[in-house]
């Protein structure tokens, strides 16, 4: 308790009725409450809003009998003294006490202060204003002490900042509230908006986040998720773009790269890397090669070669670009990719692991240009395998081709191509079959395909997965990566395979679901493991192989480009460029980046394939047919849109059932939240 003249607070003779109140200091500020008991060495006080305390004996700073009657008095009581309290200006009575080494009781301090003996409710308000906005005394321990003029001088500055951030909030929130910025716009201003902006995306993970709060609590209309309302705030005035990719930027994920990597890239650029690594490699450049992808990729990774030996023999050819042979282990582009673990493809934006000119340049494989090359040959007997190996080379692809291209030759006996399009796709078709046959689990579910052009224009495609063109070429990659695999397990190559543990959905539910079977997709999917990357050699009971790595995309996966290069390394001087532990670290840093760049992926894509559903809902379109996945006892059911693959919840009546496909109206989607309201169609 203070160093008043009248300090010692008399315990015994306290009772509920005596009417005593206690001023206590909280982490708030002083609080005048009402005394109840003292209990274990500290006081029970009950505040205003009838909650209950108990406080350690120095928590109490006056003690004051005065008759109240209730609650709501206490209340009033409180504003009027913290009212007084804001008035007083200490400055005269310090100027009078600032030359002695006096040390002052609050009831002293109030003497000079009001020129007469404090009244309880006086002294009261002063020891309030000396415990909140006081500049010029200082408390030690129960007394005060004049403030030393520097000292002084540092708090009314700290105190005009304080003053001049209030009213910078003030007219910020003000003009926001009224969808305007203000004018002029100081440097002060756009600092506080970038806090906003900070808020908006990240929400009270934000550093700054309270100070976007001033602001907020200051503005009453608009949403009551304060952070929505901060985004939308921002966005009316421009200072945030409805359609930014606010997921990278909560995620972390880097647009740019350093310009010491830049540097690099400029280097490798000037070296001729046929020349340099030419050396031990196979020249493949004279045999029939391909590479097949969508019609838009620009960072082509593998391509395929064909010859026909003789009926009924055909040498297959996977040829990976091979990256890990020019990038270095630990150079500065390798570290990059490291940190970024794989390429994102947003519907609005590409984001490379390696940089543009790399990717998409230097080590994308091209129609008629030579490059370097990880190759893994096989040869087939009537479309059964028969002997593989694998070796480094440089190609030459014949042609760039698209999958509708593929499946165009394949059906049509004229079109040039066709007789070895035909061997590959029936080696594919058996490679396939014979997977199945070891339990593989083949989930042909369609893609969106949604691609944003010039001023936000949407379109949206249905990619069907089970296409002959898409089929051939994915098991192909399969073919590859399973006899990488095996090579490893062989010669005993560390290395990061890809394993998924065995599923307990039963065999006819494993061969039923097609990419139109929606709901039986949709309950396989369910039963799946995860598969995952791990250095220990797992199986692959999804793929039905023994043995499974990711290399066939060094462009876009950093595994994929370590695998490779580990290989290669080893292929070339016969020891290991990575240990065990160091390919575990890679897994465990890698598992946790993909899974978060798939899930900015995931959320962008949602966003702008609503954005065109609420598009096609301004042209009258908002009635579509969807299958129900389940249907529960809320109410409350998981469906699939028949035309595309998007999954939302609706309300559902008590008849319907999964694998009913029942009419619904969009009527509402709300981008914040990315969440569509459907109403079903009686």
């Not at 081709?401 to 078709?429: C, G, W």
Request: hydrophobic letters at 35%.
């Amino acid at each position: 308790m203070l160093n008043n003249e009248h300090q010692s607070f008399p315990i015994d003779s306290v009772n509920d009725e005596d009417g005593n109140l206690v001023l206590v200091l909280l982490n708030k500020g002083p609080v005048l409450a009402r005394y109840v008991r003292e209990l274990n060495g500290e006081f029970e006080i009950e505040l205003p809003n009838k909650n209950r305390a108990q406080l350690p004996p120095d928590r109490l700073l006056q003690s004051i009998v005065m008759d109240f009657q209730s609650t709501e008095q206490l209340k009033t009581l409180n504003k009027d003294l913290r009212s007084l309290a804001n008035k007083m200006n200490l400055h005269e009575t310090w100027d009078k006490v600032k030359d002695s080494d006096q040390q002052l009781s609050s009831e002293q301090i109030a003497h000079i202060y009001f020129g007469h003996p404090p009244s309880g409710r006086e002294l009261t308000a002063l020891v309030m204003h000396l415990e909140t906005s006081c500049i010029y005394f200082d408390r030690k321990e129960s007394v005060y002490c004049p403030a030393h003029p520097l000292q002084i001088e540092k708090k009314l500055s700290d105190k005009t900042s304080r003053e001049e951030k209030k009213q910078l909030v003030e007219s910020l929130a003000k003009s926001l509230q009224e969808g305007i910025l203000p004018v002029p716009l100081t440097i002060e201003h756009e600092t506080i908006l970038k806090h906003l902006r900070g808020f908006a995306i990240h929400g009270n993970n934000y550093p700054d986040y309270k100070t976007a709060l001033d602001v907020m609590r200051l503005i009453e209309t608009g949403s009551k998720n304060r952070q929505k309302k901060a985004w939308e705030l921002l966005a009316v005035v421009n200072f945030i773009a409805d359609d930014e990719p606010i997921e990278l930027e909560r995620e972390d994920i880097q647009t740019h790269f350093s310009t010491d990597t830049s540097a690099e890239v400029k280097l490798i650029q000037g070296l001729d890397l046929l020349k340099l690594k030419k050396e031990d490699r196979r020249d493949l450049t004279k045999t029939f090669t391909i590479t097949v992808d969508n019609k838009d990729t620009r960072d082509r990774d593998d391509a395929i070669s064909i010859e026909i030996q003789e009926p009924g023999v055909v040498l297959l050819g996977v040829h990976i670009t091979d990256v890990g042979s020019i990038i270095e282990k630990d150079s500065l582009i390798d570290l990059e990719a490291k940190s970024r673990s794989t390429s994102i493809y947003l519907p609005d934006l590409a984001i490379n692991m390696l940089p543009d000119t790399l990717s998409e340049g230097l080590f994308s494989l091209r129609q008629g240009e030579t490059s370097l090359a990880l190759s893994v040959m096989a040869k087939f007997v009537s479309s059964q395998l028969d002997e593989w190996e694998i070796f480094t080379s440089y190609i030459k692809p014949n042609e760039v081709m698209t999958y509708e291209q593929v499946d165009r030759v394949l059906s049509n006996p004229q079109e040039q191509h066709h007789l070895e399009l035909t061997a590959f796709d029936d080696i594919t078709k058996s490679l396939r079959a014979s997977r199945r046959e070891r339990g593989a689990i083949v989930l042909n579910r369609p893609s969106l395909d949604i691609t944003v052009g010039p001023d936000n224009f949407v379109s949206v495609d249905v990619i069907n997965t089970d296409t002959p063109g898409r089929v051939a070429i994915a098991e192909a990659m399969v073919l590859a990566n399973s006899l990488l695999a095996k090579l490893c397990t062989q010669i005993d190559i560390p290395t990061i395979y890809r394993a998924q543990e065995k599923t307990d959905a039963e065999a006819y539910e494993i061969f039923l679901p097609n990419s139109l079977d929606a709901l039986g997709q949709y309950e396989l999917m369910r039963k799946l493991p995860p598969a995952y990357m791990t250095t220990v050699n797992n199986k692959h009971s999804g793929l039905g192989l023994d043995h499974y790595v990711q290399a066939t995309a060094p462009i876009r996966r950093f595994c994929d480009l370590v695998i490779q290069r580990q290989i290669s390394h080893t292929l070339k001087y016969e020891k290991n460029l990575y240990s065990a532990d160091e390919l575990e670290n890679i897994v465990q840093c890698s598992t946790a980046k993909l899974k978060r760049a798939s899930a900015v992926t995931n959320e962008r894509k949602r966003y702008w394939f609503l954005k065109w559903l609420e598009s096609r809902m301004d042209d009258g379109f908002d009635e579509y047919q969807a299958v129900v996945l389940v249907a529960n006892s809320q109410g409350f059911g998981i469906l699939e849109m028949a035309e595309f693959p998007f999954r939302f919840k609706a309300k559902l009546s008590d008849f319907d059932r999964p694998g009913d496909i029942i009419s619904v109206r969009l009527s509402l989607i709300d981008m914040w939240s990315r969440t569509p309201k459907f109403n079903v169609i009686p």
